[in-house]
């Protein structure tokens, strides 16, 4: 969809340069906001409709919108990248237009077009585009992190979808997500609480799955961890997912396996190109069952040599350790996560347009 389909409400008094300058000098991780929103409305019997672009600011719901009673809501993770000649890119917004429209079927909410998807994104970019930061060097990852989101918003108490629904796009300027860049994390393996389970919400993008992951993030905190890994619900062993992130495990074989996709692990945009640059890079990418006893042994005899997370947010970070109230698993020894590093790198340098497009995954925005 072309951004003139996109009706503009200007913002009357956008941020100053001066003011816009500074935040991008030290902009954290989603903390400030872009002067504009995309949005779209659909009701049950017009559809799609009303597509504009307006000022950032509070959303007027009434209190018994359906999103905040019954959680109908979805959202997506997607970055603006700024390359050297000033122009502005996104990486495979398809891909994430596709795992919204899976997201909305799961949770029963309309689906989005990719021309709507992608279009909206355009859109906003073509208003707020100085807020794409400019890298310093190749070891600044700034970007701007794009949020689009749908939410419930018809005015009813019942259980049933909504008849009225608001499709957003907000945008953050972003640093780094973890401020020790490419240094390994300490993973909290929690033995109390499960994200999802068969049949449930966990391939969808959906605040639930989220919100329930929340509790054991406080324990990872607890205990000095950045993240936490979960196990399946069913028999307690198998390897899923971080409450936000995808996982990786190196073997000395030049293998690389990930967990194999089921509806309890969301198919992460970066999982996925991750499965084909290491097949680029001469690795052997597979997608299979990995249990927490293959991760402890693995570890301990050497044959796994690194272990990875990787999601749009935080690109590729190594996993120092696994710690649970029992145990503390540690590779045996430290080689200083070759693979992870020259992923990224690899990865990185397609995202900011330092390397060639090979496989047609960027699209410009501006």
């Avoid at 000098?25 to 009701?43: C, E, I, K, L, S």
């Avoid at 097949?279 to 927490?292: F, Y």
Wanted: aromatic share 10%; hydrophobic share 40%.
């Amino acid at each position: 969809m072309p951004t003139d389909t996109f009706d503009l409400l200007p913002h009357a008094a956008p941020t100053t340069d001066a003011i816009r300058e500074d935040i991008l000098a030290n902009p954290g991780f989603g903390q400030y906001f872009t002067d504009h929103m995309a949005h779209v409305r659909w009701t049950l019997n017009d559809g799609w409709h009303g597509h504009r672009v307006l000022p950032y600011g509070p959303l007027t719901l009434d209190p018994a919108a359906a999103v905040l009673h019954y959680a109908q809501e979805i959202f997506e993770g997607i970055k603006a990248y700024r390359h050297a000649d000033g122009s502005i890119w996104t990486f495979r917004p398809e891909k994430n237009a596709e795992r919204f429209r899976r997201s909305a079927r799961r949770l029963a909410l309309p689906e989005l077009s990719d021309a709507d998807f992608i279009g909206s994104i355009k859109a906003l970019l073509a208003q707020d585009h100085p807020w794409v930061p400019t890298p310093k060097n190749e070891a600044d990852e700034c970007s701007l992190y794009l949020r689009p989101f749908m939410i419930a918003s018809e005015s009813f108490l019942g259980v049933r979808p909504s008849h009225e629904v608001d499709y957003y796009v907000i945008a953050s300027p972003a640093a780094a997500y973890f401020k020790g860049g490419i240094e390994p994390v300490s993973i909290w393996l929690t033995e109390h609480y499960k994200r999802a389970a068969p049949g449930g919400t966990g391939f969808a993008k959906c605040g639930g799955n989220y919100a329930s992951s929340l509790a054991a993030q406080k324990e990872a905190s607890a205990n000095g961890c950045g993240q936490v890994a979960f196990l399946d619900a069913v028999e307690n062993k198998w390897i899923e997912e971080l409450g936000g992130m995808n996982l990786f495990f190196v073997y000395k074989d030049g293998r690389i396996a990930t967990p194999r996709l089921t509806d309890t692990i969301l198919e992460g945009v970066t999982r996925d190109s991750v499965l084909t640059l290491a097949r680029d890079e001469g690795l052997t990418p597979e997608e299979r069952p990995i249990s927490i006893d293959e991760w402890r042994e693995g570890a301990a005899n050497g044959e796994i040599t690194e272990v990875f997370a990787c999601g749009t947010a935080a690109v590729i970070t190594p996993v120092g350790e696994l710690v649970s109230e029992q145990e503390r698993i540690r590779l045996a020894g430290d080689n200083g996560n070759p693979i992870a590093k020259r992923l990224r790198a690899k990865l990185l340098d397609l995202q900011y347009g330092r390397a060639e497009d090979t496989h047609g995954w960027l699209t410009r925005l501006v």
